[in-house]
T-cell receptor
Framework: DTEVTQTPKHLVMGMTNKKSLKCEQH?????MYWYKQKAKKPPELMFV???????INESVPSRFSPECPNSSLLNLHLHALQPEDSALYLC???????????????FGPGTRLLVL | AQTVTQSQPEMSVQEAETVTLSCTYD???????LFWYKQPPSRQMILVIR??????QNATENRFSVNFQKAAKSFSLKISDSQLGDTAMYFC??????????FGTGTSLTVIP
């Protein structure tokens, strides 16, 4: 099973709202990722969690707050977003690279976010 | 720093024909991994094929194959017998021994009936 699930599929929020995106995988992966993707562009890395700890934060504004409550779940809390934050938010997971391996990332279907 | 370049923003191919998508990359590392991902209009990114740099043999997956030229730092994807379901954005990606991916800018492929 190589499935990564994300909820909700679509989200519309105002600039004063607080909402959360959820991601779940049951592949036993210990690395999980959040990406932001604009139309016709490649995904941009936002955060990486390794063993449920934040290992990479790509200078993302504090209005995005990630959380990894356990090895299967990844959340992205949103607060006071701007219209330019409207995008597809992708979650991915992989095994952790060991001994020089490069692990495949498996992506979820994404959450389409619109900020009004 | 690692960079990945896809020089073909858009391509089209007739159904049942063969098409090749180009990807070049730049790295000073010797051990790395290359991927092609497909993202159809329904948006889920799906792994198409993966290549380990230490393997000389080109990877193949059914109608998809790669031409990996390590010295030239080139990693092209060949799609044979193109099908309408192959219409998608295709992203070339690179990773070394860490868990960070570097993506190319993508090629939008349209299969024409």
């Amino acid at each position: 099973d190589t499935e990564v699930t994300q909820t909700p599929k679509h989200l519309v929020m105002g600039m004063t709202n607080k909402k959360s995106l959820k991601c779940e995988q049951h592949m036993g992966h210990r690395a999980m990722y959040w990406y932001k993707q604009k139309a016709k562009k490649p995904p941009e890395l936002m955060f990486v969690y390794s063993y449920e700890k934040l290992s990479i934060n790509e200078s993302v504004p504090s209005r995005f707050s990630p959380e990894c409550p356990n090895s299967s779940l990844l959340n992205l809390h949103l607060h006071a977003l701007q219209p330019e934050d409207s995008a597809l938010y992708l979650c991915a997971s992989s095994r952790l690279p060991t001994s020089g391996t490069g692990e495949t990332q498996y992506f979820g279907p994404g959450t389409r976010l619109l900020v009004l | 720093a690692q960079t990945v370049t896809q020089s073909q923003p858009e391509m089209s191919v007739q159904e049942a024909e063969t098409v090749t998508l180009s990807c070049t990359y730049d790295t000073s590392e010797n051990n790395y991994y290359l991927f092609w991902y497909k993202q159809p209009p329904s948006r889920q990114m799906i792994l198409v094929i993966r290549q380990e740099a230490y393997k000389q043999q080109n990877a193949t997956e059914n109608r998809f194959s790669v031409n990996f030229q390590k010295a030239a730092k080139s990693f092209s994807l060949k799609i044979s017998d193109s099908q309408l379901g192959d219409t998608a954005m295709y992203f070339c990606a690179f990773t070394n021994t860490g868990n960070q991916f570097y993506f190319g800018t993508g090629t939008s492929l349209t299969v024409i009936p």
